[in-house]
């Protein structure tokens, strides 16, 4: 039997570990964490010093019954878990389950999986750092404080069923903020004045120089009287200024700064980015992916220096030693680096490549030299005005670590310069104008934020650390308050007024503004649990209160501060906050009132329902007048109008007689339809139920009778991966059918058109999509796991999905549990309840209806 245990938190690592040592050694996975605070009531006694109480999840039971064993009969445990915090506790928390001597305890860590680094580990182990335990301590028991006693007040006093926490709530604050700054900003425009002149090169050849006028101009009026006066000008090159310049390259990557890049350059999320790093570093091929460190080790150093003269030449190479500017620096990390820099690319799937080649030209590239250039500024007067025109070039001289790598931006909002090659110029060198422009540009709102930028954000706030950036922002987004959404542009009109030919003109064009890819927007419930706390609990989400809090966790990591002092000082004044809360505070409910429904004279509003966003008709103190609509998609509370709220209560529509039946169009739980008679159709996307002509009606019905019944007759696409692919119809309208699992078809998709390649493109990015809805997987069967939908969580098991109680927090079911509700056994299951709610009868069939 091998004297050695050794002890990580994935297989992944184990297996990699394991590559690197002898028979001696045995390597084994906690899969994660072991333990955590009990699921009844808070998991901390409160009157006892805030003492956590630890429970082992149902799930890792047999794992720690297996660890026990090889740990009984082992000399010496060694506990490899990651170096941070959350990695410190989880070797404690093994320790005193697995009731671990002192004297056989060895902790090791180590920044990369590579045999080098294991060896070096095991010749320097230590004991646990209890700072650092007490800091994820500090950190899970306050977290658990305040999403514990916040969620009930949300419950009673905006809708059951919510939750909040300390860092996500301060997120979603940042987003509301910025989506409430968008919406209020006031455009500006102003008119860009550029000109394009004639040079000619030695050889009499003509070339164009760009240029833009030194300052812009404030209204179309004062841009026809300066091209008036510039019509019929001589123009001269009057300056020719050359100054050399260069270009450093960028530290290499901090969780935070790949984070962005990986969104700016790759397309990836933040949790996308992280799930693909862990996989890269528990495979040995990069450094630990949890750090705000930019130093490399002397190693590695040497070892990039190596890569960059033998590809590259010496002349490229230049070693640098980065320092860390932020002071919240957890622990002594290197940045995140390849393991091996003499290897460019790597074996693995399409994303891992991508990921780690961004990591090894970014780390490499922070060791080459600085690209030297010359810069040249070009300035151009005229004979009838002070005005003066501006080009600017650039020309590389030394390309340096340019070669490899240029770091992205965010600024959205900034107009990139145009530098290009200049022709040859001498001062005082006569010029042609071939045309001047005067063109309309408006002024933008700050950029709405991208998962990228918000983790910039909060890394500028002190908010958060490395390890909590990418749950945060999945957190924010799993639970309502903040959807990433694509925003199609508005059309805006634009003026240019243009000199050429000797005719000023001024015409009127239009384009696309306004457009959003990937970009982050609050919920209409988001914001008003945003409001509410924001009134409420002002301490909680105020940014600098919450960067407090987190220096007190790096203080106690430190060893400088006792965890219970600060969690005393915390919550009892917070705690204070709840109860007066929950006494006198009113219900929120985002109501705005819009106005007077001038047929009936009733008051229109609109708030949030038990179903969501909704618009109401009421007259005052008669309930039975009441009417509901839900809004649409794309409508908010805070800036839906009169106009569009009274649109909505036209549903349903009667369309008129077919076939002496009437054709009704209304929207229903899952979307707009047709009703004829008795049966109905599906609308496609193309249609608005509010416009549907009757014709269009007959066409769509008649084209449903003529088209084959899918249900009846499926379609066999063929085989992929030794698996029938089949298109069919359900009750929910068209889908795919593979392995067992059915994956929608779009309705902007003909499902008879479907082909075997569109088919399995389709699957693929259900697949992907279907990832990101993930709650919870379990270890006992990868087949088995709990996921958000539309119509609420769900469990995935043995190729069928299976709806979770309402009012069960998945988070918290066990794989013993989950098995038992999939199979139906519903009453010997206990499960947490996210809240309890009074049931209401309904005053009328309307309001049933409508709130149907």
């Known amino acids: 039997m091998a004297e050695n245990l050794v002890i990580v938190e994935s297989p992944a690592k184990a297996k990699t570990i394991e590559g690197f040592l002898g028979r001696e050694f045995v390597v084994k996975s906690s899969y994660g964490h072991v333990r955590d605070l009990v699921k009844a009531d808070k998991g901390v006694d409160i009157e006892n010093n805030f003492e956590p109480q630890y429970e082992i999840s149902n799930d890792k039971k047999e794992i720690i019954s297996d660890l026990k064993k090889h740990a009984a009969k082992a000399k010496w445990v060694w506990l490899a878990t990651d170096e941070d915090r959350e990695g410190e506790a989880i070797s404690w928390h093994l ?13 090791i860590v180590f920044h990369e999986i590579t045999k080098k680094a294991i060896e070096t580990a095991l010749k320097n182990p ?32 905006v809708k059951p069923g919510l939750s909040a926490g300390r860092v996500q709530s301060v997120a979603v604050r940042l987003i509301v903020e910025r989506e409430r700054e968008y919406e209020q900003y006031q455009s500006s425009s102003s008119y860009k004045v550029t000109g394009t002149f004639l040079v000619y090169d030695e050889k009499g050849f003509p070339k164009f120089l ?43 990557f901090t969780t935070s700064t790949l984070q962005q890049e990986a969104s700016r350059k790759l397309g990836f999320s933040v949790a996308q980015t992280m799930s693909i790093a862990q996989r890269l570093y528990e495979n040995g091929k990069i450094t630990y992916m949890r750090t705000d460190s930019v130093n490399l080790s002397e190693e590695a150093i040497s070892s990039a220096k190596k890569e960059i003269t033998s590809a590259f ?66 300035t151009i007067s005229n004979d009838k005005t002070d005005n003066k025109f501006i080009a600017t070039g650039e020309v590389i001289l030394f390309d340096g670590f340019l070669r490899v790598y240029l770091e992205s931006t965010d600024d ?100 696309i503004a306004g457009s959003e890819k990937a970009k982050l927007f609050p919920t209409d419930i988001g914001s008003v649990v945003n409001d509410f706390l924001v009134q409420n609990f002002e301490q909680i989400l105020d940014y600098n209160f919450t960067a407090f809090v987190e220096k007190g966790f790096d203080k106690i990591a430190e060893g400088e501060l006792e ?20 006494k006198t505070a009113e219900r929120a409910s985002g109501e705005r009132i819009l106005g007077k429904d001038p047929e009936s004279g009733k008051t229109v509003s609109v708030r949030i329902g038990r179903y969501g966003p909704m618009a109401q008709k009421k007259r005052e103190d008669d309930d039975e007048s009441l009417e509901y609509a839900s809004l649409r998609r794309g409508q908010r509370l805070e800036t839906i109008t009169l106009e569009e709220a009274l649109s909505l209560f036209k549903l349903p529509r009667n369309l008129g007689q077919f076939e002496d039946l009437d054709l009704m169009v209304a929207i229903g739980r899952y979307g707009p339809y047709i009703r004829h008679g008795d049966t109905f159709y599906s609308l496609p ?88 809805n993930v709650i919870k997987e379990f270890e006992e069967n990868k087949k088995v796991r709990i996921l958000k939908g539309r119509f609420g969580p769900y469990i995935e098991f043995e190729n069928k999905n299976v709806k979770i109680p309402a009012g069960t927090e998945p988070s918290s079911l066990t794989y013993e549990q989950v098995v038992k509700l999939a199979k139906g056994d519903k009453k010997k299951t206990p499960v947490k309840k996210a809240g309890t709610m009074k049931k209401t009868v309904r005053k009328t069939t309307r309001k049933k209806k409508a709130q149907e």
């Open 95 to 107: 320790s005193e389950i697995l009731k671990l001597k002192r004297d056989v305890i060895r902790r």
């Open 563 to 582: 965890w219970r002092e600060m969690l005393k000082k915390f919550y009892f004044p917070f705690h204070k906050t709840v109860v007066q809360t929950e």
């Open 313 to 378: 030449g010496g002349e490229y190479s230049n070693p640098q030693r980065y320092k860390t500017r932020s002071a919240s620096a957890q622990e002594a990390h290197e940045a995140i680096r390849p393991t091996y820099f003499n290897h460019s690319s790597i074996d693995g799937d399409q994303a891992e490549k991508r990921l780690y080649e961004l990591i090894w030209k970014r780390a490499i590239a922070s060791q080459m030299s600085d690209a030297q250039i010359e810069r040249t500024l070009v």
């Open 126 to 157: 230590r004991n646990v750092d209890k700072h650092l335990v007490n800091a994820q301590q500090a950190r899970r028991v306050l977290d658990r404080l305040v999403g514990f006693e916040l969620s009930p007040i949300l419950w009673k006093k």
């Open 412 to 511: 959205e909002n900034s107009e990139k310069s145009e530098n290009y090659l200049l022709p040859q110029l001498t001062k005082g060198q006569q010029t042609d104008m071939d045309f001047i422009e005067a063109r309309q540009r408006f002024s933008n709102p700050p950029p709405r934020y991208t998962e990228a930028s918000l983790v910039k954000k909060l890394e500028e706030l002190g908010i958060g650390r490395p390890s909590t950036y990418a749950p945060t922002i999945s957190t924010i987004q799993k639970r309502g308050y903040v959807a990433k959404e694509d925003r199609p542009g508005k059309i805006r009109s634009y003026k240019v007024v243009t000199l050429k030919d000797n005719k000023v003109t001024s015409i009127e064009k239009t384009e």
């Open 210 to 252: 760009k240029t833009e006028l030194e300052k812009r101009l404030p209204s179309e009026e004062s841009a026809i009287q300066l091209l008036s006066k510039l019509n019929g000008a001589s123009f001269t090159i009057s300056d020719l200024e050359k100054k050399p310049g260069k270009k450093s390259p960028s530290a290499p």
């Open 685 to 772: 996307a193309s249609d608005d139920p509010f416009e549907i002509s009757f014709e269009r009606a007959i066409q769509i019905i008649e084209e449903k009778r003529l088209t084959p019944d899918l249900a009846r007759t499926p379609r066999n696409l063929g085989v992929f991966e030794g698996l029938q692919v089949i298109v069919s119809s359900g009750r929910f309208g068209p889908y795919i059918k593979y392995d067992g699992k059915f994956y929608s078809i779009s309705r902007k998709e003909d499902p008879w058109k479907i082909e075997l390649e569109r088919a399995i493109e389709i699957i693929n990015e259900k697949k992907q999509a279907l990832e990101k």
